[in-house]
Each structure stands twice: as structure tokens, then as C-alpha cells.
């Protein structure tokens, strides 16, 4: 079975309902035609292996029966080998790299050819490739002739290149096969299976020691990638490649708590498998242990040193990100104890250079372009603390975290389902679900969140359980969701909900509407099928139903909000002025101008973000109808107060009605201002439509 039949037949087994055919198509991004032909591929396979076939529920969709779940949950676990699974081009490439850097003895074209079902002349296109790559990270890729390919460089380049490698593997969720075969590669027992497990499980187990130690909860999908990492020191100690690390360095990670969970882990192997470790390579786990994510934290085994660093950074980015986005964070001690748990080990990672496995950072900049781009302007704290630019992955998962706490502002619902999530992707990823979910379903309060080993320890008490993996559902049902819900995701999950809390039957959607009204004057002999195809017909010319709209900033600011002035007598006078165009549109009431004007006088100048801008605002129950903003140009500075930095010539009024709908327009005009050349144009600007053609210029780019 090829990589997209793999994938469709996993979407299938882990829907906990019937899935429509029409959401397989979007989902898949191919024709209903080709899912078809697939679904006949899969059901021979599966009756190959003695499997029941995919099957059809009338009206509801595709699902496959419990028996073949749970085979196929069962080979899941163990890796794909039983699958039949083509490996993808970018698979091969990533085990050939770790059968170089790990197998000194037996890197043969051969053993490649083997390993990933490449013909001998693919194979050598691939290690032109791979060589490039490893010369770039300080490594020597040669061939010895009569015993095959070796690797020169020194150890730490070597560990690096492994330690990416296992971050790209468990970036694919889907990768499952390969995770697989590269365990077997890293073990240090006789190969076995039943070796390998034990040696998984004795591993595994240490770590749940070491968290006791260290006072947190890894994340389910951290603990499989350290356990890789511990199997892969051992495999290098046996083949006598030590890593060396600087003195200082090792004096500073030896006062480390995590120094004492790495000793703690070290002695036990060694008792069981006669490893010795040298303290180099306790200090290299000792890293690996400090850049892990976690789930929780106890921030009362954080030093006082170390406690009041992280604070003093996290508290300036969390007060930019409310001055740049204009919104006030209800719980901003629940956000600041949650970034500080999430930066400590990034600082770490960024120190040591342990990559981040994240799947989500593409699917977070796709998804949340505003939010990613505000939570890049604050960066510039936490760039000062680690003394290095931060990667593009580490603030998409930092964006999360802010994203997790733009509630909307709306008034209290009564608790109708009591939920709980489970996500092995750590903090962020389950507090911006639970905030899309509880934003999404009237009455729904997510009550805790946890990751897969707390959930199998605990007896749930709740009406709905929201998994980001498959998960058996017992008494209370799962709904499995992705970490980033698409607007797809949403209407699944509406759908769902509808059909476990809503007993009385659903109104007929348009699709069945229309096969009554032919079935008056027609006989259908193939029901199903030309349900089917107009489902897919009325999909491909119906766009989706989307969450609240996000405005862009063209179509707030325009020649009814845009103004300009040569003098006004005082601040005051300008946030009156700049905001007369939304009482007009009745965006605004009259008191929400006071409101700005006593926020000022209460928490001082705060509202001129640069030199020149300043942008008022207040919070929307202050008295907004609607979302609005207005522009106003002044060419005689005003002051809202007597220092420079505080003068302004663009006053911009933003009236939000809650934490989330204003932020795409607020991206696009922080990002215009960002550029002094635009900042010049807009001041110098005479009218209307020379502000407009700059606002569409930089909304199009």
C-alpha cells in the first residue's frame, strides 16, 4: 500500500464515526473518483491480510468495522513492515543518513538497497545528496573500498546531525514505520523483538523516574524521542564514539537538577547492561533532558536566580503582545506561569542547538498568520535573554501560547458538556484547542487537559473527551481532532456533537432535499452514488462555513475613517477628533472616546507603540457596536506627555469588539508602520487616496 492509501485508510480507522466521502476528498485534496479507486486498493488489501473491508453506512459515510480497528491500532505500534508501506523519497533519504552515522561496520550499498527498496542506481543519487549534506555539517562522506561507506568528523557534529534527524522523524506523525526501523537500528541489545521492547520499556520507565525528580510531565511524544536518544548514546559507547564537551560547560550542567535525573537514568543502565558512561555523556543527556518540552511544570524547583530571569522576559513579551495587538488578557498570570514553563526549555534547546520536533509550525503560520506575526514583534525579549535569533518553529509554538488565552469577550454561557482534552503536543497546542473548541461549541467548558499517559492513569469524569490521537472510546466518546483545526476540522466536529447530544433528528441537509424532489419525478436505481457526487458537486461550489470573519485593514480604513489636520490643542482634542468617523458609523457610542482619553490618564502614554504612531483604544463593553477604526493625521506633533518619545502624528483609533476579530487588519497596519519609508509617506500624506493605495500595497504583499 502506497503513502496515500496509508494515509486514507488512517483517517478512516481513527474517525470514532462514518466518515462522508466529501470530507475525504477535501481532506486528501484529490477527486472523489480517486478515492473510490483507492477505497477498492485498501479493501483488497485488507482482505488479503484477513481483514473486514472498509464499508459504507447509508446517508452517514465510510468506517471500518472494530475488528480491523483494532488489528490495525496493534500493527500501528509495532510499525508499518506488516503494512506492505512504500516508503516516501524523503523516508529513504533520512535512513541511509542514520544507517551512515550509526552502522560504522556495516554501511554497505548493499545494506541501503535493503533497507529502503531503492535500486542500486537510485541509491547513488541519494548519497550524492546526503553527501552534500554532511559535508555542510563538518562531516567527511567516503567509500572504503571492500567495506563500504564511512563517516569522518568529529562526534559532536555526528550527534547533532542524529539528534536533527530524529526531530524531522517525529515532525511526521505518519513516519511511523520509519521511527521503526530506526529503533532497530539504534539498539544495543541482540536485535530481538522481544529485547527491543524490554529495552523500550526499561527506558521509558527511567524517564518517569527522572520526571519524579525533576517535578514535571514530558510530553508522550518527547519521551519516545529522548528514549531514542538514551538507546543512541548507548549504541555509540559500545562502538568506543565519545562525545567531548567543553569543562565550563560541564561544570554549569552539573549544577542542574536535570544532572541528577541524567545520573539517575546513567546508573540504572549501567547496573542492567554494563554501559559505563563517561560524565561527558551524562552532561550531553543532561541537555537533551533540560530542551525537552513539557506538559507541566513546578515552578518551586525553579532556582530563584533562574525563576526571576524567565519572569522579568516573559512579562515584558506578554506586555508588547497586549500593546501591539490592543487586547487585555483576562488570566495573564495563567499565560505567564505557561510561557515561563514553555521558554525554559527553549532556552536551553536554542543553547545547546537540540531541534524542536514540530509537525504544527507550518499549519500555525498558515493558520494564524496575525497571531504569528504579533508574537514575532516580541521575539526581541526573549532574543536578548537566549543571545541568538529565535527559529520560526520555536515562535509558532510561542504563538500558541498566546493564542490560548484570546478568549472572546461574550457573556458567560451556561455549562452544557464538560470535556477534556488529550494532546501529547504539550501546553500550548492543548490551551489553543481548548480555546477553538470552547470558542465553537455554545456551552462547552474543557475542564482539564492531559496528555495520553495521564489519561490512561486516571478514571475520566466527563460528558466528551477531544483526542489529537487515537484513543478507544470507552463510556464517555472521543472525538479525535486534529491540533489545528481547519474550518473542515470545525464542521466535523459540529457534526459530531450534533449527533451525540442532539437526540431529535437533524433537518435534512440540501443534498438530501434535492433527491426527494428528483425522486418525485424519478426512479434513482444508484441512491448512494448520485448522493455521492452531489455532495461533491454542491461541495466544490459552496464555500465552507467559516468561523468570525477577521476584517482586512483596506476595509476598515477608507475615505469615510481617513482625516488630516495641520494642529489640534491637545491629546484629548486628537482621540476626539481621530474617532468622530466611527460615532457616524455608529461603530462607537460618544463614551468609549472618554473611555480612551481615562485610559491614558490612567496607565499613562501607552498607547503610542513607536515613535509618531499612537493608537487608542479601550475595551469593547467601554461602549463599541461594532469593529471599526479611523485615521487621523496631524502634521504639528501632539504630546501625550512631556517626554519626545511620546509625541505622535498618526493617531489611529482601533474599536475592537473582542480579543481576536481586529487582529488580521492590526497585523497588516503594524506591519505598514513597521517600514519608516511608510511611516514618512502617511505623514506627509494630503489625501485619502494616497493613504488607501499604501494600505493596499501592503495588504497584497
Known amino acids: 500500500m502506497d503513502k496515500r492509501r496509508a494515509h486514507l ?36 488489501w485488507l482482505t488479503d491480510q484477513n481483514l473486514e473491508p472498509i464499508e459504507s ?3 452517514e459515510g465510510l468506517y471500518l468495522p472494530d475488528a480491523s480497528r483494532s488489528r490495525l491500532t496493534f500493527h500501528k505500534d509495532e510499525g508499518f513492515d506488516d503494512w506492505q508501506y512504500q516508503l516516501s523519497k524523503q523516508e529513504r533519504e533520512v535512513l541511509i543518513k542514520v544507517k ?26 541519494v548519497l550524492k545528496v546526503i553527501k552534500g549534506e554532511f559535508k555542510q555539517a563538518g ?34 506523525q505518519d513516519w511511523h514505520n520509519v521511527r521503526e526501523k530506526v529503533h532497530r537500528m539504534i539498539q544495543p541489545g541482540d536485535g530481538s523483538s522481544s529485547s527491543d521492547a524490554d529495552q523500550r520499556l526499561f527506558v521509558r520507565n527511567l524517564l518517569f523516574e527522572a ?15 529522548l528514549s531514542l536518544q538514551i538507546l543512541m548514546v548507548m549504541k555509540r559507547i559500545q562502538l568506543q564514539k565519545y562525545i567531548v564537551l567543553e569543562s565550563e560547560e560541564k561544570q554549569v550542567l552539573q549544577q542542574t537538577e536535570a544532572y541528577q535525573a541524567a545520573l539517575l537514568i546513567t546508573n540504572k543502565l549501567k547496573d542492567l547492561w554494563k554501559v559505563s558512561f563517561p560524565d561527558d555523556e551524562i552532561c550531553f543527556i543532561t541537555m537533551n533532558l533540560l530542551g525537552s518540552k513539557v506538559q507541566h511544570d513546578d515552578f518551586s524547583r525553579y532556582t530563584e536566580r533562574e525563576l526571576s530571569g524567565l519572569r522579568e522576559v516573559v512579562q515584558r513579551m506578554i506586555s508588547d503582545f497586549q500593546l501591539y495587538s490592543c487586547v487585555v488578557f483576562d488570566d495573564k498570570t495563567g499565560l505567564e506561569e505557561n510561557l515561563i514553563s514553555h521558554i525554559k526549555p527553549t532556552y536551553y534547546r536554542l543553547k545547546y542547538g537540540v531541534k524542536i520536533a514540530n509537525d504544527l509550525a507550518e499549519s500555525i503560520q498558515e493558520n494564524y498568520q496575525d497571531l504569528f506575526h504579533l508574537t514575532k514583534r516580541v521575539m526581541k525579549h526573549l532574543e536578548l535573554y537566549v543571545g541568538e535569533p529565535i527559529p520560526d518553529k520555536e515562535a509558532a509554538y510561542i504563538t500558541l501560547h498566546f493564542g490560548g488565552w484570546l478568549t472572546k ?19 500550548g497546542t492543548s490551551n489553543m484547542l481548548r480555546t477553538q473548541l470552547e470558542n465553537m461549541i455554545a456551552g462547552l467548558n474543557v475542564i482539564q487537559t492531559m496528555s495520553i499517559r495521564e489519561y490512561q492513569s486516571i478514571e475520566p469524569n466527563a460528558d466528551v473527551i477531544f483526542s489529537t490521537n487515537y484513543i478507544k472510546a470507552k463510556d464517555i466518546p472521543v472525538i479525535h481532532v486534529p491540533a489545528i483545526l481547519t474550518n473542515l476540522d470545525k464542521e466535523q466536529v459540529i457534526r459530531r456533537m450534533n449527533d ?15 433527491i426527494d424532489v428528483i425522486e418525485k419525478y424519478a426512479t434513482i436505481h444508484q441512491k448512494d452514488e448520485l448522493k455521492r457526487e452531489m455532495v461533491h458537486l454542491l461541495e466544490e461550489n459552496t464555500p465552507l462555513t467559516k468561523e468570525l470573519r477577521k476584517p482586512m485593514l483596506n476595509e476598515l480604513l477608507t475615505e469615510q475613517t481617513i482625516q488630516f489636520k495641520d494642529h489640534v490643542s491637545s491629546w484629548q ?63 504639528e506633533p501632539v504630546y501625550f506627555s512631556e517626554q519626545e518619545k511620546h509625541r505622535a502624528q498618526l493617531v489611529i483609533v482601533l474599536a475592537a469588539i473582542d480579543n481576536q476579530t481586529h487582529l488580521t487588519a492590526l497585523a497588516q497596519l503594524t506591519e505598514m508602520l513597521s517600514n519608516e519609508n511608510n511611516v514618512e509617506h502617511l505623514i506627509s500624506a494630503n489625501e485619502a487616496e494616497s493613504v488607501i493605495e499604501l494600505i493596499h500595497k501592503s495588504v497584497e504583499v
Not at 107 to 115: E, G, K, P, V
Open 139 to 172: 562531516l567527511k562522506l567516503y567509500y572504503q573500498k571492500g567495506s563500504g561507506y564511512r563517516l569522518s568528523g568529529p562526534e559532536e557534529a555526528k550527534r547533532k546531525m542524529l539528534s536533527d534527524i530524529l526531530a524531522m522523524i517525529f515532525s511526521h
Open 100 to 125: 551512515i552515522v550509526l552502522d560504522e561496520q556495516a554501511a554497505s550499498m548493499q545494506s541501503f538497497m535493503d533497507l529502503t527498496s531503492m535500486s542500486r542506481g537510485t541509491v547513488a543519487k
Open 573 to 635: 482634542e486628537a482621540i476626539e477628533i481621530a474617532a468622530e468617523p466611527l460615532v457616524k458609523q455608529q461603530s462607537i457610542r460618544p463614551q468609549y472616546i472618554q473611555a480612551m482619553i481615562d485610559n491614558v490618564n490612567e496607565l499613562g502614554p501607552y498607547i503610542v507603540i513607536a515613535p509618531r504612531i499612537a493608537i487608542p483604544h479601550a475595551r469593547p463593553e467601554a461602549g463599541v457596536e461594532k469593529l471599526g477604526m479611523s485615521f487621523l493625521r496631524v502634521t
Open 500 to 514: 451525540l447530544f442532539h437526540a431529535k433528528q437533524q433537518e435534512k441537509d440540501s443534498t438530501d432535499l434535492l
Open 57 to 59: 453506512k447509508h446517508g
Open 9 to 44: 485508510l488512517s483517517i478512516i480507522q481513527q474517525s470514532t464515526g462514518p466518515v462522508p466521502t466529501k470530507d475525504l476528498v477535501a481532506k486528501m485534496n484529490v477527486s472523489q473518483r480517486t478515492i473510490y479507486y483507492d477505497l477498492d486498493q485498501i479493501n483488497s
Open 409 to 427: 469577550e461574550k457573556k458567560r454561557v451556561e455549562t452544557k458538556f464538560r470535556a477534556l482534552i488529550v494532546c501529547e503536543n504539550g501546553i
Open 211 to 225: 520526571e519524579q525528580k525533576l517535578g514535571l510531565t514530558l510530553t508522550d511524544e518527547m519521551v519516545e524521542i
